[in-house]
C-alpha cells in the first residue's frame, strides 16, 4: 500500500521516524511530505534512509512529475504525524500554500491525524472547531492523550504513541478494527444529584477513563455513543455524545441506548439522591445549623442492563479503595456476580489515585477470573480493555440474540 506520512512541525515530529519505520517494516511504500518547519525539527537524511524514498517539502522540486497532486492522487492512506495546531488549520480551510497541503487536497484516500501541542491549544475552540470539521469531513483523529508534555506541563496534548497512531491508521483502511461495524455505548463521568437548584452530590470523576475508552472504541472501528456525566474533559471527536446530568437522566438514556453491541457502564454513579429536593435555594436560616439530608437508594443501572432480556455486551467498572490485593479482586468477583455483568473492570482508587490521574492499573474480570491486567495512561489502559471486549464479542458473535441473563448464559 502507497502510504503518504505528512509531518509537521512540533517537537513530536521525531517520533513520526518510528511510524515511517514500522510502515516500511509491514512493506508498505512510504513517501513522507514534511512541512517546511517539520524539517526544523528532523533531518531529510533521517526521512529518506527510514522511507527509502526521496523527500521533500517543496512543491517546486521534480515539477516534471507533478508531484504536487501526483502523490496524493496516487496514495492509498494519508497519515499526519504530528499534526500541529498550525496544519490542523490549514487542512480544516483546504489551504494548498506547500506540499502538504497539496498533496491532502488532491488525494481521495482516507486521512488520519495525530495532534499534538499543548492542553491550552488544544482546547481552543478555534482547534477544537478545526478537528471537528476534519472529522466531520472523514478525517479520522488519533490521541491527543495525556502526559508530559515538552515545556515540562502534563495534560492532554501530547502525541499518541507513533505505534498506536498505525495501528489506527491500518485499521481506518481495512476498514477492519478489532470492533468494525460493531455499535458501543459508553457512560462515563460522575452523577451529580440535585439538593436545591445551586447545589448537588457529586463525586470526583472526571471521565477521563469513559472518554478513553470512547475514543478507543472508536479507533477499533465502532460506532460509539457516549453518555457524560459532568464531563470535566473533552469528548472526543467522531463519537455522538449525550449529556446527562443526574442518575435518573443517566438511566434513561443507558436503557434507551442499551441493546447496542457493547455497553460500558464507566460513569461513577451516586448510589444515593437527596429525598425531596428543595425547589428553592435552601438558606442557613431554613436548614439550622445541624442541617439533615435524607437520602434515597438510587436504582442500580449496571445490574438492570445485565439482567434485562439482552444480546449484547455489558462491561461493569468497579473503583475499589481496598489495599490489599486478593481482598480487591474478590471485591470484584462478588461485584461481577451480584450485577451480572459480562466482563468487569477493576482498579483501585484513593485519595491519590484513580481520579483524573494520569496512570492507572486495571484487571478485567469474567464470571472465570482476570482476562486481562493493564497499567499505564489511560488511553493504553482503555486499549487493553477495549481488546478484551473485542475478544469477547468475537467469541460471541452480535447476531446471536439471547434473552439469557448472563449468568445463566455463562452457564
Ligand atoms: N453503577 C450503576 N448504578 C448505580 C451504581 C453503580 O450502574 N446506581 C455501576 C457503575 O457505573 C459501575 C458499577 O456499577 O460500572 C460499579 O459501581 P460501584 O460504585 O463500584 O458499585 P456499587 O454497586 O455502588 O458498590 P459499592 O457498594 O461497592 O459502592
Known amino acids: 500500500m502507497r502510504v503518504v506520512v505528512g509531518i509537521s512541525g512540533g517537537i513530536a515530529a521525531y517520533k513520526a521516524a518510528l511510524a515511517i519505520r514500522e510502515l516500511v517494516q509491514a512493506g508498505h511504500d512510504v513517501h513522507v511530505v514534511p512541512t517546511a518547519s517539520a524539517l526544523r525539527f528532523i533531518g531529510r537524511p533521517t526521512l529518506e534512509a527510514l522511507s527509502r524514498n526521496p523527500v521533500t517539502d517543496e512543491v517546486f522540486d521534480d515539477v516534471a512529475a507533478v508531484r504536487h497532486v ?49 492542553t491550552e491549544m488544544w482546547e481552543q475552540p478555534a482547534v477544537q472547531a478545526n478537528v471537528r470539521t476534519l472529522v466531520e469531513r472523514g478525517a479520522t483523529v488519533v490521541g491527543p492523550v495525556e502526559g508530559s508534555l515538552t515545556g515540562g506541563d502534563t495534560g492532554l496534548g501530547r502525541m499518541a ?39 448537588f452530590l457529586g463525586n470526583r470523576s472526571s ?19 457516549l453518555v457524560g456525566a459532568n464531563l470535566h474533559v473533552p469528548a472526543p471527536h467522531g463519537v455522538t455524545t449525550v449529556e446527562v446530568e443526574t442518575t435518573a437522566q443517566l438511566r434513561e438514556r443507558m436503557l434507551e441506548l442499551g441493546d447496542a453491541d457493547v455497553v460500558v457502564m464507566a460513569a461513577a454513579v451516586a448510589d444515593y439522591r437527596v429525598d425531596g429536593v428543595s425547589d428553592a435555594k435552601r438558606t442557613k436560616e431554613a436548614w439550622g445549623e445541624t442541617p439533615t439530608l435524607t ?38 468477583r462478588d461485584k461481577l456476580a451480584r450485577k451480572g455483568a459480562d466482563l468487569l473492570v477493576v482498579n483501585r482508587v484513593g485519595h491519590d489515585e484513580g481520579f483524573g490521574h494520569v496512570d492507572t492499573r486495571v484487571r478485567v474480570l469474567d464470571g472465570s477470573g482476570v482476562v486481562a491486567d493493564a497499567a499505564g495512561s489511560k488511553a493504553s489502559v482503555a486499549r487493553a480493555i477495549i481488546d478484551a471486549v473485542a475478544q469477547r464479542l468475537a467469541a460471541r458473535p452480535a447476531s446471536t440474540a439471547s434473552s439469557l441473563t448472563a449468568s445463566q448464559e455463562r452457564q
Not at 173 to 195: D, H, K, M, N, W
Open 70 to 118: 501526483a502523490l496524493g492522487q496516487s496514495a492509498d492512506l494519508i497519515v499526519v504525524l504530528p499534526a500541529t495546531a498550525n496544519t490542523l488549520a490549514k487542512l480544516a480551510t483546504g489551504l494548498a500554500d506547500d506540499l502538504l497541503g497539496t498533496t491532502v487536497l488532491a488525494s481521495r484516500a482516507p486521512l488520519v491525524l495525530a495532534p499534538a501541542m499543548h
Open 295 to 332: 437520602l434515597a437508594l438510587n436504582p442500580d443501572i449496571l445490574a438492570e442492563l445485565s439482567r434485562r432480556p439482552r444480546s449484547g455486551l455489558v462491561v461493569g467498572f468497579a473503583a475499589e479503595t481496598e489495599a490489599d490485593d486478593a481482598a480487591l479482586l474478590q471485591r470484584g
Open 207 to 225: 471521565g477521563a477513563m469513559g472518554v478513553a475508552l470512547a475514543s478507543a472504541a472508536r479507533d477499533a472501528g465502532a460506532t460509539v455513543t
Open 161 to 199: 504513541e507513533p505505534t498506536e497512531v498505525v495501528a489506527a491508521a491500518l485499521a481506518r483502511v481495512a476498514g477492519a478494527g478489532s470492533l468494525a461495524g460493531r455499535s458501543v455505548v459508553v457512560s462515563a463521568g460522575g452523577t451529580r444529584e440535585p439538593i436545591d437548584p445551586v447545589r
